[in-house]
């Protein structure tokens, strides 16, 4: 038994050493083996080349073996090329690779570590999206198949060709990579840790990796791996990798300088991932979300991603685009289906409207509504308190179609908003409330603000998008108006001066679509006060109520029927405001019986009038407000006891009864009788054409005392009688037609206008069968009290006069015709022609009327062949007469009340003529005659003065007049028998006498008479004919002084006057005492 023993210990102890020899051989014989690697170079890489299908070279290689390293090997200069062997794909500059030798003798291959320095990976993806290492990717289920515990990688570089991105080569590269992978053989994860710089065109990021990794089982892809990893990335451009989102959105653009940590765990088909992500200067372009391109400074991302297999959920519990924050969720359910489905919530923080417009994702918001909310809200600080979108992803390309309504919901507040509802109307300012977006309704709710300076409350919405048929607007409003928001809603241009104070509250009722949008309006005006200058007046507390139907469409806004009710006034009717122009219109005013003068509180144009009475209005119209010519009128007033007065000087119209009647454009009243002051009137009244608006009045008073017009005249009242006519009313003009009247003898029928009423301009044509001028100085006496600080007379007058017959003062005319103008108080005739003295009368010139009555007259005269002895019994010579045809032409003035007076102060300068006429009862010629008789001039045949009279061929002179008196240098009578000379003064006032005559008989003295002495009495040539005899006149025209006078007492003038007169020749024989007959 112990022999037994000790041989099995023998054998294990020889069979020990055995192995102990022959491993010890074998090592030492593959330790020699592996020193000289160079002779099995061929074999290696032939080895490795049929392994991983790429053929491999290397410079040098050397390997040991040891128990504790293992086989050890270093290769350099290690060149792996591309399967095709067009390219290297690997390049490496020195390989350390240790094999664990126990594996070995199971035939397994593992490496304790692999230490690549300066290795160039150059990884390439073609168009069809093969990556050129796809067959190294695919793992095999061989237990034969290497195993790696240890991979270092010393500052390597990766290249990645891309091709399939975007057609073209996109490269990006790794550089100073730093690389390390320690598998453990205990677990089947990787601890992997990479450090590099990122090459991104012309930018460089840098890359820190550090985890866990699995493999995938190999019968499975590798991106099934399985990955436990924290990624920090800094300054990555994301312009470069654009092309690869474009896969999965439809960004046209993309920029900026991302920063990354990142914790990513799980596989790529099923992972969770969050981290903080933060971008500079970014830049998105996405048409189909956004409007403009996307600018922001800087975007910070906190985020948690999980994915599986069909979904994928996004948290983002913080988001921050410059001065934006938000937060919110993004779901995608079916990943694995062509058409996933979207579940987003978003919330935000409050933000202003003008800083984060570009960031609304218009195109995502139905069209109607989006257009709406981009033109009218313009600015307001908003907060999205809830955002939903549940959709996919076809429905949310498509947001605008029937299947996607349902697919975006919205909450948000609004505070401080401006909205604009049309360019010219009044802002919506400070607006609070909330606004939502849910299924087909676009709600306002709970809105507060000011429309301009009014405060307004509102809630509506937009309902049906998305329907075959038109949105449909609702909205509810009350508004408290200012003047500035009144002024807009009637029409700025139009009401200008509109005042309007107090509160009011205007309540808005709407529903429709765009097309046809119906609004019930109901305006509460009772606590407001508003005026209209000289039209309407409305106090504060006076009941008002105006309700109306209004239709909105593109071509008008139509009230369809309104109802204007200030007590005791109600108008109905309805109007259209069309946009192309026009608003045809109908209405009904209509009132019960009201108090006229409390008609007058609303009414102010009606206050100056100051009236009272009552009346009823039961009136229709029709027609185009803008166009007020077209408007058709139907109804009547009535009036009961009306009393109004019609002009501040005129007395009260009063006790006014009866219809005004309107048809079409016409109006007419019945007939109406009123009493004014002491007068008693009735007319009626008449439009024929409202297009050309003028009040005719046909009235008849048969007395009209001119007290009741305001008239004050300084020669007592004046009242006509008989007055009738016709006078227009019409745009600050009075037209008179046919107005006549009587005035003490005379009669008037005159016809003409008044325009400018404030300063009356008169133009009228006075025609009369018979006119007194002291009824005519009555009648321009008349004028209004001068009012403190007005000029004497505003008036302007301009009046054409034809006249059968009158009187002038005492002056019988007959065909007179005139043209004058008053202006300032002052008769300026411009033409004046008549019969008068059985002659044509002829003058221009200037009436100044005098309140007192002494008129100052200034004329042109012409006379032409007035009947003498007419005009002498008008100035009362006595009982001479004189007859003949008189002509004048000559200056005159005057002043004076009466006849009298305008003798005593008649002044001017004349010519006259006088034709074929007698001399008679003038006893300053019959006392001439009879001293020339005493003288015996025996055959110097002298007319009997006192019967015959003295017939003439002419009687001129030139003549001044004034203060009554008549003088003349140049007198003269010529008749068949003798010539009569005058020079001197005549005062017909005084009527005497005081001048010189020389008489010029025309028949030869005989001899015997030649002899006669009369001593320096007789004026006689050198051969002795009788040339003239002079005689001094003066006293009385009744009874004068006739005294005969020598040559030298004729003044020289007067002598030298007689001389012209005469023809007297230049020598002249005759001195005092002297006989002259008888040398």
Known sequence: ????????????????????VLFASSWFYASHKLSRLDYYKESITKTVAEK????ITYETGRASLSLREGLAMQITNLVVREKDGSLNFLNVKNAYLRVKVFPLLINRLVFGEIVLHEPRLSLKRDKAGVLNIADLLVRKEDEASPKFRKIVIEKGSVNFADEAVNGQSLITSLEDLQFRIDSPFWTKWSRIHIKASVIED????????????????SHKPFYESKVRASVHLKGAAIKHYASYLKRYTSFEKMAGLMNADIKFSGRLSDFKSKGTIQVKNAMVDYPNVFRDILRPRMIQLNYALKRDTDSLNLNVPRLVIDKFEAKGNLGIDDLDKQDPFIKATAETSA?????????????????GTGNFLDKHIKDGNFRLVEGNLHGRFSQIAHMNKKE???????????????????????VFRDISGILELKKREFSLKSMKGFFGISPVTMEGKISDFALPHPNIYTAEMKIQ?????VLWLLGKEKFQALNFKGPSTLTLSGKGTDEDYYINARWDLTDAAYSFPDMLEKAKARKNQLAAEIILNEDAVNFSSFNYELPPVNITGSMMFRYAGGIPSSFNIKSKTLDVNKGAEILPFLRKYNPAGSCSLDVVGRGNLDDFDSLQWKGNVSLVNVSLKPLADFKALKGMTGNIFFNGDTMETSLIKAKMGESDIQGQFRIDDFRNPKVICNFYTRLLKTKDLGLQSSEGEVNLRDVKGQIAFADNLIHADNLSFKLGQSGFNLSGDITDLTLPKITLSLNSSYVSSEDFSRLLSLSYPKKEGSTSSA??????????TGKFNDIDFKKLNAGLKVIQGIINVEELEAVAFDGKFKANGKITPSYEGKNHYDANISINRISLEKIQRYLEIGNRTITGKLSLTGKISAIGRNTEELKKTMAGNFQIRAEKGILRKFSVLSKIFSLLNVLQFA??????????????????????????????????????????SGSGKVNYLKKNLDFIVGLHPLQTLDFVASKIPIAGWIITDEKGKLITVNFKVDGTWDNPNVTPINAKSIGKGTLNIFKRIFQLPEKLITDTGEVIFGH
């Open 202 to 217: 012309k930018n460089t990021a840098e890359l820190v990796l550090d985890g866990f990794y699995r493999p995938a089982p």
């Open 939 to 980: 055959k110097l045949k002298l007319p009997d003065m006192t019967t015959e009279g003295m017939a003439y061929n002419t009687i001129t002179s030139t003549a001044l007049l004034k203060d009554g008196v008549i003088s003349s240098e140049d007198f003269f009578i010529d008749s068949d028998s003798i010539q009569i």
């Open 351 to 367: 933000f202003a409207l003008r800083e984060v417009r570009p960031y609304i994702p218009w195109a995502i918001i139905h069209k």
């Open 52 to 55: 991983f299908n790429r053929n």
């Open 1 to 20: 038994m112990a022999i037994k023993k000790r041989t099995v210990v023998l054998i294990i102890i020889l069979s020990a050493i055995t192995f102990a």
């Open 481 to 485: 108006p200012n003047r500035d928001e």
């Open 404 to 426: 996607s309504i349902d697919v975006l919901s919205i909450r948000a507040e609004v505070n401080k908003g401006v909205f604009e509802a049309a360019q010219t109307a009044p």
């Open 795 to 804: 008036m302007e007058l301009s009046a054409t006069l034809k006249i059968d």
